[in-house]
C-alpha cells in the first residue's frame, strides 16, 4: 500500500518585505525565508527538516501550522488546501496540528499554573466544558508525559527544562491531534534529559499514532528521530531522502558538508576522517546567489554551470531526491563521510 | 613537561538567600603546554565556575574559595585584582559561548581589538591596529583591515567568535580558555572554529581548556577529559582511555544517552533518569547515586575519593563499583544491553524505577 500524504506542501513561498522610510514606507526588498518548497508528509511518520540558521526551516514549520500566512503556493491538509483560509476556517483544524517550541522557558506563561496551561487548548476549544472533568483529563496527561499529576497546581518557574518541555508536550497532545510540529525541542535541553524527551516522543507517536515533522539542527538527533530528511538551504530543498539513505549516500554536497562537519563522539572515526570544511557563511536569504544557491560555496561548483542553471529537485543514485548538477560519488562519501555506511 | 596551570582541591561556594551553593567542590587538574584538556558536564556541573576562578572572575562578596590556582608556579587566587588585569587577556585568554553578547555592540571591531592589544603592550595605536589587522587575517576573515572598520551587528555569529578568538590571541597567550565555544553555532561553523583553535594551537604551542558538553567536540580536539558532575570531577583520563574505557556510571550515561551517527539508526537512547541534583542539598554518599543504576547501599553513605584505575595511574575515577564490574557493566552496555540487565548481570538487585522519577 503506497503511503498516504495527509499534508502535501506545493511550491511554497514566504517572502517577509524589508521596508524603508519612515512615514512613506515602501518596499524595497524581500527576505526569501522560504521560496518555493514542495513535499509531502505521510500520515504516521516523522519528517524531519534539517538545516543552518537561516535556512527556512522554522518559517516552513510555522507555515504549516499556520502562525504565518504564505506569500503563495499552497499547502493540502487531507486535501484541504489551508493556505489562504481566514483564521475563522482555521480554527477546527488547529486542533488536528499542534506545535511544540523550541524554548520552555518562554512557551509557558509564568503566571499560569500548569494545569491551566494545559487545559488551555480544551477551553479554546470548548471541550470538556465540566471543571472536573477537565482536570481529570489534564492530570492523565501530565500522567502520560511523565509528570506527576499531584503538581497540577504548580508554576512553570517550579520545574526544570525537561520537566517544562514535557508541559508543552502534554499541551501539544491534549486534543489528540493528528500532526505535531516540534520546533528544535530538545536543542535547550541537558544531553541526558534530551534522551528523556526524544524517547517521549517516539512512545507517544506509537500509542498515538500522530504523523510528526520534526525540526531540528542536530543531525544525529534527526536520524534518530526520522523516517524521512529534508535538507534545506537558503530558502529550498536540496535534498529529500529516507533517513537509511540520507545518511548512508548523501547525494548533495552540502548534505555531505553538513554529515562530515558533525563531531563524532569516537576518537578512532574522528581521527580516521577528513572532514569537507565549507568556508564562508550562509549568504543573506535577501539577495541569495543565483541558480544553485550553494555554488559560492560549493566544493564540487562548476561556474558557468551552477550559477546559471538552477538544478531541479530529481531522483539520483541511491534513491535519494537532491537538487544539483553534480552530485557527490560514493567515493567522495565515503572519504568524507566516515560514518557513512561502507 | 612541567604542567603551565595546576589547579589544586580548588572548592567554590556561594552564600546565597536560599543557601550555601556548593558550585566547585576540590577540583584538581594540570594543563602542560601545548595541550587541551576538555571538561564535559551538563548545566549546574560547575565546569564553567572551576573555569572562571581560574580567572579570577568568581570574585563576589558572597563567594568562598579555597584551594591553589598555580599559573607558572604563581598562585593566582593570591593575586591582587590588579595583577589580574595583567593575567587577563594577556598569558591567560578566554572565549565565552555567546559571541553576540560578549563583544560592545556600540564600538568598532578595530576599536575593541585595538584595546586588547594596548592593554598589554607598549605600543603605539597603529601598531596595535597593525596588530588587530594581523589577528583578524589568520581567524581567516576576509579584507580584515577593511572589517576593522564594522560593527559586531554586522558580522555573523561564526565571525564574531572569529573575533572574540582573534581577540584572545592577539597578546600571544601561554593559555586559552574556551567555554562552550561553539554552541551557539551551526555545526559547519562549529567545524570552523574547532578547525582554527586546533590549527593556532599547533602554531603557538597554547595551552587549551575546552568546556563543552558535546562529547563529540571533546572527541576531536581533546588530549585530556575531566568529567564533571555536581561539583566534582568523577573521572579524569586521557581522551583514548575516556572513550574506550570509560568507568564511571555518569560518563557511560553520558555516552549512551546521545543519538549519533556511527551506530544503528534504531538503537534506543537510554537517558539518564532523574535529573542533575541541587548544589545547595547535594546528595550524600557518592552524589550520583540517585541517579545511578548500579547504586549500592554504601554509595548512599560513603563519599568516594578520585582513586587511579589498577595499571593506569593517569586514569581516575571516583566510583565504589569495583573495577572488575565496572569492566563487565560497560561491557555489557557496549554490547547494546540496557543498564538494568547489566546491573543485574553484575549482582546489583535495587528497582531503577525508583530512581527514574521525575526529569
Redesign the interface.
Known sequence: MAPEPIIQVKDLVKHFPIKSGVIISRQVGAVRAVDGVSFDVNAGETLGIVG??GCGKSTTARLITRLLEPTSGSILYEGQDIAGMSRKQLKPLRRDMQMIFQDPYSSLNPRKTVGSIIAEPFVVHGIEPDDGQRKKRVQELMDQV?L?PEHYNRLPHEF?G??RQ?IGVARAIALKPKVVVADEPVSAL???????I??LLRELQHDLGLTIIFIA?D???V???CDRIAVMYLGKIVELAG??EL?AHPRHPYTG??????????????AAKK?Q???G??PSPANPPSACRFHTRCPKVVLGTCDVDPPALEVKEGGNVAACHFPLTDSEIALQV??AAA | MAPLLEVKDLTVRFTTEDGVVNAVDGVSYTVEPGRTLGIVGESGSGKSVSSLTVMGLTRARNAEITGEVLFDGKNLLEASEQEMRTVRGGPIAMIFQDPMSSLHPMYRIGRQLVEAVQMHQKVSKAAARDRAAEMLALVGIPDARRRLDSYPHEFSGGMRQRVMIAMGLCNNPRMLIADEPTTALDVTVQAQILELIRRLQSELDTAVILITHDLGVVAEVTDDIAVMYCGRIVERGPKDQIFAAPQHPYTWGLLKSIPRLDTPRDQPLVPIAGRPPSLINRPTGCHFHPRCPYVRPECVTVDPTLEPIPNDPTHVVRCLIPAGERKRIWADLKAGRTPAVAAVEAGITNDPEEASDGA
Do not use: C, F, K, W
Request: aromatic share 2%; no cysteine.
Open positions: 543552518e540558521s511523565g506527576n526544570s525537561g520537566q514535557r541537558d544531553v541526558s534529559i534530551q534522551a528523556q526524544l524517547n539542527h543531525l544525529s538527533v536520524r534518530h528521530m533517513a537509511d545518511y558538508a553538513l554529515l562530515s562537519a558533525v563531531p563524532v563522539p569516537d576518537p578512532v572515526l574522528a572532514r570544511i565549507l568556508g557563511d550562509v566516515p560514518t
